[in-house]
């Protein structure tokens, strides 16, 4: 049962009275959110999002009335930015934690990377005056770093400061990198992982507000201030000011929070947060951004709302999705043909980057299709966490509790054994459901006494029980000789999370879209933790030969996303408009 169904709001509410709205704003992965309100971008709102792994990294989103979310652009979008990222094995190394901040006409991203083992941080920090446009984002300005998650603050006489975790700050020149000496300037309330630090001045006082007690259960938000940059810092005798900790709400672990005020001078916060529960069993679109009212007044600390799923608060601004650039907005659903002399939409990502030539939009002879040339490795590979691998792998963010998604297989023709292309659910190599289409042995022999290879439907889930994930039961593996009738294609490949804990793979073939054949189902809780607990699920396509000599390409068309449905807890899913198509 899908409970008490919520519309969100279609109009903007009188200015006379609180306005509603339902979390979470950025679905799905979008964690550690940093926001900042930029009035000459007329009156426009900028968020900011981990990426690790993936690319093009990352994201900014934007916004003008705090509801619509449009994708503006990518900072990381070119692989000489940031070169390690080909180079990270571990699954959640990569770049953590993105501050956007908008000073003297300029846009500025701060971010740290690390590749989590050895713990060895670098610091990040890219520059554009146009944020909608992926190349305009500058080469970075790379420096060393103590810790994680850095913060960027200008202080009035223009000197700029990092704060980063531990609680540490240091000036920084923002031409050479130059770093001046660090200090430790306040060790937190609980002093349990002090992390993700925010700045603000405000009222003659320098406000320190930190993230603490860890990313599960008992992350929460804490506060300090002082009349002095460099300290001493007083702590708020209400610390902690966000939290979830202890209560059954249905969103947990928030914290990662950041402060910004509208064009009416109101503020707000953006924050972490994982739809888990108090079980934190079952969350596979991880860690995704809400959202929440402050009120701050002179003098005075500031009181920040619990986070909820519905929420009430300040006027919003107008609603409108008159918003530069020509990213998706985030509900959007994907409707994708590859038609000739397209491009690979923009939200689309890899898993570190991807082979040279591994993609290819409307090749010559396959109008319509996205072909797929086979990384060797599959999405495992053979050590996924001590070795390096290109895979053939493109994806989007689930950014629904409830959602379908397919693709066609226009064409493949499997020449050697273990050639694959299929769809897959992603968290991390070690994690992940995935329905392929692939060449295997049959019972049957040839004229000379060789195994009779053919595509055979595999479905499989790759977790470790017990070790990777939340789920430590079993998942059979299910193997069914594709009908000859079904070779000619195209064959379309489902995946659909039929609840809020499991997740149904199923095909057809195109021509009889309503005659779906259920192949395997899965919890997703395989698709929660474990290897991958600061990261959610992707969907997407992948194509392979399994460590094998093949090469045959694969060509997909027909992508579609669909959400069907938010849970924003006690029961109450938020729906998206569906979109209706003919075919």
């Known amino acids: 049962m899908l409970g008490t169904i919520l519309a969100l709001p279609a109009v903007a509410l009188s200015i006379t009275q609180n306005s509603t709205y339902t979390n979470p704003i950025l679905p799905g992965w979008h964690s550690d959110p940093s926001c900042t309100f930029v009035a000459e971008e007329h009156n426009s709102f900028f968020c900011a999002t981990s990426s690790f792994l993936t690319f093009p990294g990352m994201p900014i989103y934007t916004s003008k009335d705090l509801i619509n979310w449009r994708l503006a652009s990518h900072v990381f979008s070119r692989t000489s930015q940031v070169p390690q990222i080909g ?5 959640n190394g990569g770049l953590w934690a993105t501050t956007i901040r908008y000073h003297d006409g300029k846009f500025y991203a701060i971010v740290s990377y690390t590749p989590e083992s050895p713990f060895v ?15 305009a984002w500058s080469d970075p300005l790379v420096f ?13 006489d223009g000197t700029a400061y990092i704060q980063f975790s531990g609680i540490h700050q240091q000036t ?37 507000m930190i993230a603490e007690g860890g990313t599960a259960l008992g992350h929460h938000e804490a506060i300090a201030r002082s009349k002095n940059i460099s300290g001493p810092y007083e702590g708020y005798s209400g610390n902690p000011i966000l939290t979830n900790t202890n209560t059954t709400e249905y969103f947990q672990t928030v914290g990662h929070a950041d402060l910004f005020q509208d064009a009416s001078g109101n503020w707000w916060g953006s924050a972490l947060a994982t739809r888990s529960g108090p079980a934190w069993q079952n969350y596979p679109m991880g860690r995704e951004t809400v959202l929440f009212p402050v009120t701050w007044k002179t003098g005075e600390w500031p009181v920040l709302q619990p986070v909820r799923g519905k929420m009430s608060g300040w006027p919003l601004p107008p609603q409108t999705k008159a918003i530069p650039g020509s990213g998706p907005f985030i509900e959007d659903p994907d409707i994708v043909d590859f038609h000739v ?56 963010v689930q ?19 273990e050639e694959e292309v299929g769809v897959t659910a992603f968290l991390t190599q070690t994690q992940h459901l995935d329905l392929g289409i692939v060449l295997l042995p049959t019972n049957s022999y040839s004229s000379n006494g060789e195994t009779k290879l053919a595509p055979h439907l595999r479905f499989r889930a790759t977790y470790v029980p017990a070790n990777t994930g939340n789920f430590d039961g079993t998942v059979q593996t299910v193997i069914k000789l594709l009908p000859e009738n079904w070779q000619d294609g195209p064959i379309r490949l489902h995946i659909d999370a039929i609840n809020e804990t499991h997740y149904a793979f199923s095909t057809t073939l195109s021509k009889e879209p309503d005659a779906k054949e259920l192949i395997g189902i899965a919890p997703a809780t395989i698709l929660s933790g474990g290897d991958g607990p600061f990261s959610g699920t992707l969907v997407g396509v992948y194509a392979t030969s399994n460590g094998g000599a093949g090469t045959t390409p694969s060509y997909v068309s027909r992508w579609r996303y669909e959400g069907k449905g938010q849970d924003i807890g006690n029961d109450t899913f938020v729906p998206y408009s569906p979109f209706i198509e003919s075919h």
């Open 172 to 208: 920084i020149d923002l031409k050479t990198g130059a770093l001046g000496p660090a200090s430790i300037i306040w060790t937190g309330f609980t002093k349990f992982i002090p992390e993700g630090p925010r700045m603000y001045k405000k009222d003659g006082y320098y406000y320190l």
């Open 144 to 156: 060393p770093l103590i810790d994680i998650d850095p913060n960027l603050f200008w202080d009035d």
């Open 121 to 135: 941080v670098t610091g990040f920090i890219f520059t554009t005056t146009n944020p909608y446009d992926d190349s």
């Open 399 to 417: 950014t629904d509790t409830l959602f379908s998604f397919s693709v066609d297989i226009a064409s493949f023709e499997p020449k050697l054994l």
């Open 341 to 396: 002399g397209s491009s690979i939409p923009p939200h689309f990502l890899y898993w570190r980057f991807p082979p040279k030539d591994a993609f290819t939009v409307s090749p010559y002879g396959h109008p319509n299709t996205l072909q797929l040339r086979p990384s060797k490795s599959n999405l495992t590979s053979t050590a996924p966490l001590t070795t390096i691998s290109e895979l053939s792998f493109i994806s989007r």
């Open 87 to 91: 180079n990270t094995t571990v699954q």
